[in-house]
């Protein structure tokens, strides 16, 4: 994001609000909604989710962590609330800066289900 944006969004400046709390509600809230979002996407019982924004050279790493007691991995779960945080920080923040870049979702680690661990 520019460097206006990014200053008046770690100022507390913005006029909607705090874009990073926002953020991070938006995600939590996605991860549970997935299935509603993702065709053939299976409903799941999210037992742990949680997004953390952390402060980086130009903007912001987003990480979400999402736990559930079924017996299947929760990827698309956790790739789904990265996104919807990303997204929010954005309309947030469009009046600032509509040039900004949302890049590399990705997959960093899983664990569970039939695959098993996979780490990137």
């Known amino acids: 994001m520019s460097p206006a944006a990014l200053s ?3 100022a507390g400046t913005t006029k909607k609000g705090d874009p990073l709390e926002t953020a991070r509600l938006a995600g939590i809230m996605a991860a549970k909604q997935t299935a509603a ?3 053939l996407c299976h409903p799941l019982p999210i037992s742990h989710a949680d997004v ?3 402060p980086v050279r130009g903007g ?3 990480e979400a962590t999402v736990r559930t007691t079924a017996a299947t991995g929760v990827e698309m779960e956790a790739l789904t609330a990265v996104s919807v945080a990303a997204l929010t920080i954005y309309d ?3 009046a600032i800066d509509k040039g900004m870049v949302i890049g590399r979702v990705r997959l960093i680690r899983k664990s569970g ?3 098993g661990t996979w780490t990137a």
């Open 37 to 39: 979002l993702i065709p």
């Open 92 to 94: 947030m923040v469009k």
């Open 60 to 62: 912001y790493d987003i």
């Open 113 to 115: 289900g039939r695959s």
């Open 8 to 10: 008046q969004v770690r």
């Open 52 to 54: 953390r924004l952390t």
